[in-house]
Nanobody
Framework: QVQVVESGGGLVQPGGSLRLSCAAS????????MGWYRQAPGKQRELVAD???????NYADSVKGRFTISRDNAKNTAYLQMNSLKPEDTAVYYC??????????????WGQGTQVTVSS
């Protein structure tokens, strides 16, 4: 059974920084892309950033230059470094892993989410 678990959320003042982590565990054959999404109250879930197994990255325009996604393939872990945080970054942040297992083939897995609140 595969699990995806996020950590690192919390309360931070505007202009501050947070680092989110996302770890995939279980019987995993390989991981394709890993991504961070967020959902603010009353809004749809949106892509924040994603990264392929080769390290190619993609960012939402709203976070370019402030957020950096990275991953450690040996640890099946992705990170999201968030700098210069703004109140509009407040949301629940979810990790997604597009991966292959030996038993079920290729599937998407989601974490439970971690709350990020930017407020003074």
């Amino acid at each position: 059974q595969v699990q995806v678990v996020e950590s690192g959320g919390g309360l931070v003042q505007p202009g501050g920084s947070l680092r989110l982590s996302c770890a995939a565990s279980g019987i995993i054959r390989s991981i394709n892309a890993m991504g961070w999404y967020r959902q603010a109250p009353g809004k749809q879930r949106e892509l924040v950033a994603d990264i392929t197994s080769e390290g190619s990255t993609n960012y939402a325009d709203s976070v370019k230059g402030r957020f950096t996604i990275s991953r450690d393939n040996a640890k099946n872990t992705a990170y999201l470094q968030m700098n210069s945080l703004k109140p509009e970054d407040t949301a629940v942040y979810y990790c997604n892993a597009d991966l292959w297992t030996y038993s079920r083939g290729r599937e998407d897995y989601w974490g439970q989410g971690t709350q990020v609140t930017v407020s003074s």
